[in-house]
Nanobody, 120 residues
Framework: QVQLVESGGGLVQPGGSLRLSCAAS????????MSWYRQAPGKERELVAT????????NYADSMKGRFTISRDNAKNTIYLQMNSLKPEDTAVYYC?????????????WGQGTQVTVSS
């Protein structure tokens, strides 16, 4: 029943902007840390941004700081990634992730991803 559905990807020119969304269902969204990851062809998946369950704290990979903003709306069970000043190097499949756990039990959910292509 757990489902994460990304949307908002597409083709954009360098310097442009996109806003990704991830709609969650089937679990207690407000109890989970949410993150965006991305993976380019031939490269390993990398963390883009993370937001705590309350939304009070966020973290970004260095290459995304100042350009990307992660946010969440717990009332809508949705997280967002606002991407500005996009570069060709940002081209990748972007994935939504939900995580919660302890030393005794962990949960880790993934969406199917949405393609972002930055090109002239």
């Amino acid at each position: 029943q757990v489902q994460l559905v990304e949307s908002g990807g597409g083709l954009v020119q360098p310097g442009g902007s996109l806003r990704l969304s991830c709609a969650a269902s089937g679990f207690t969204f407000s109890s989970y840390v949410m993150s965006w990851y991305r993976q380019a062809p031939g490269k390993e998946r990398e963390l883009v941004a993370t937001i705590t369950s309350t939304g009070r704290s966020t973290n970004y990979a260095d290459s995304m700081k100042g350009r990307f903003t992660i946010s969440r709306d717990n009332a809508k069970n949705t997280i967002y990634l606002q991407m500005n000043s996009l570069k060709p190097e940002d081209t990748a499949v972007y994935y939504c992730n939900a995580a919660r756990g302890s030393m005794w039990k962990k949960y880790d959910y993934w969406g199917q991803g949405t393609q972002v292509t930055v090109s002239s």
